[in-house]
């Protein structure tokens, strides 16, 4: 309604000057509409607003960070100018930013659980530095802040907010920065986004938490870039989320693609590309599902692996977690595909993966019970059949250690 006002105001000065047979008043067209339009809302009819100023505010759904003041050259500090379009931004709205480099030297903040912006939006493109700017990109300019977060106390939220099609990025002299942290909140989607240049030490590109002993707190990750970042996604005691159809890439020495911790649980990996990693993918936690993803790995690193199922002693860790339908690739032949290690992580599910031109395919050094089908590295059966019962006793012994059965048979 204040756009159409504003309208107004523009076509106020153009004549009309017939008075049509006494319907138009002579005089301009704007003072006349403004006269009927006013005049209508405040008529109050049933199932229309009486007061057009209510219906003004209604229509309150979109913030353009460059009506608050933001520049986005990359050099002015935008964080006032953004943070006070948040603030502005009632729960529901979209909160824009056009094509640009917005640095902010200090933390922006969603914390009100009355003014959560539905969604953040840019226009995508490729992060790059020189003009024209083609996308749209928030910058962190101090070493170790929190460049976005949002959380809104300790009470878990069920409408979380979305990103899309923004560029997060680490300006940083220690590139040491956490680019975006989502605390404590459902239901949230990050979209077409990238995460990019965080690989100082402790630099994150995505941090995941909710409150010790609170609710599951769920969202996805849908077809995001991660680029040389010290962790692309860390994950700390969170349930239930899923990363979808994205890509990692140009980790530094010791980096961590995705890190779930022993608390994490319910994560779905499913069509992800990620080259390299010490490990690519770090999981403590139970009930992780990796699916119909790409490992390609380069060997320029020490213990340079895929996926590491690690267990450090608590009843939760390494457990229960489900590997199938994988692509792991080595470049050097000395590359590893998945380490199960610790000291009992039990019932993983190795199926259906392809290893080409690595050092090691599965490197199980825990001696539990593992599920290992259709890899490149079959059980083999060995013992003559005959009634020493050599053969039935190999076969039993590869399937008991392959997990599919439990050997409790005795010699006859």
């Not at 353009?64 to 935008?78: H, L, N, P, R, W």
């Not at 690519?280 to 340079?304: K, N, P, R, W, Y």
């Amino acid at each position: 309604m204040a756009g159409v006002h504003g309208f107004l105001n523009v076509v106020r000065g153009v004549e009309y000057g017939f008075d049509g047979g006494g319907v138009y008043p002579t005089g301009r067209v704007g003072d006349y509409l403004m006269a009927q339009l006013d005049e209508t809302i405040s008529i109050g009819q049933a199932g229309h607003v009486a007061d057009h100023q209510q219906l003004a505010s209604k229509a309150n759904y979109v913030f353009d960070v460059k009506d608050f003041g933001a520049v986005g050259d990359g050099a002015t500090d935008d964080s006032a100018a953004i943070q006070a379009a948040i603030n502005a931004a009632k729960s529901g709205a979209q909160v824009v930013f056009p094509g640009g480099r917005y640095l902010s030297n200090t933390q922006l903040d969603v914390t009100s659980s009355e003014n959560i912006a539905r969604r953040f939006t840019g226009i995508g493109g490729v992060s790059r530095s020189e003009s024209p700017y083609r996308g749209s990109a928030l910058i962190a300019g101090t070493d170790g802040m929190t460049l976005f977060r949002v959380q809104t106390g300790t009470v878990l939220r069920h409408e979380g907010p979305i990103f899309e099609n923004l560029n997060f990025i680490d300006n940083s002299a220690a590139k040491t920065a956490t680019l975006l942290h989502i605390h404590q909140m459902n239901r949230w989607t990050v979209r077409n986004c990238t995460f990019r240049d965080a690989n100082g030490s402790g630099g994150i590109g995505m941090l995941l938490t909710k409150e010790v002993g609170g609710d599951n707190a769920w969202g996805v990750i849908d077809q995001c870039i991660w680029k040389n970042c010290e962790t692309g996604i860390k994950a700390e005691g969170v349930f239930t989320f899923t990363v979808l159809a994205g890509m990692m890439e140009a980790f530094t020495t010791g980096a961590v693609g995705i890190n779930l911790d022993d608390l994490t649980q319910g994560v779905h990996i499913i069509g992800h590309k990620i080259d390299s990693g010490t490990p690519s993918v770090l999981i403590e936690g139970s009930e992780v599902a990796i699916v119909a993803c790409m490992f390609e790995q380069h060997g320029t690193q020490v213990d340079d692996l895929a996926i590491r199922i690690n267990d450090t002693g608590s009843n939760r860790r390494g457990k229960r977690n489900i590997i199938m339908g994988n692509v792991f690739t080595g470049h050097q032949g000395d590359e590893i595909g998945i380490q199960i290690k610790g000291t009992a992580p039990a019932h993983n599910q190795l199926i259906g993966n392809v290893y080409t031109n690595l050092g090691t395919n599965v490197d199980d050094q825990t001696g539990v019970s593992t599920m290992l089908i259709g890899s490149m590295t079959e059980p083999t059966v060995t013992g003559a059949r005959d009634e020493t019962e050599g053969a039935l006793k190999s076969l039993l012994t590869e399937l008991a250690a392959a997990g599919l059965i439990t050997d409790s048979s005795t010699a006859s």
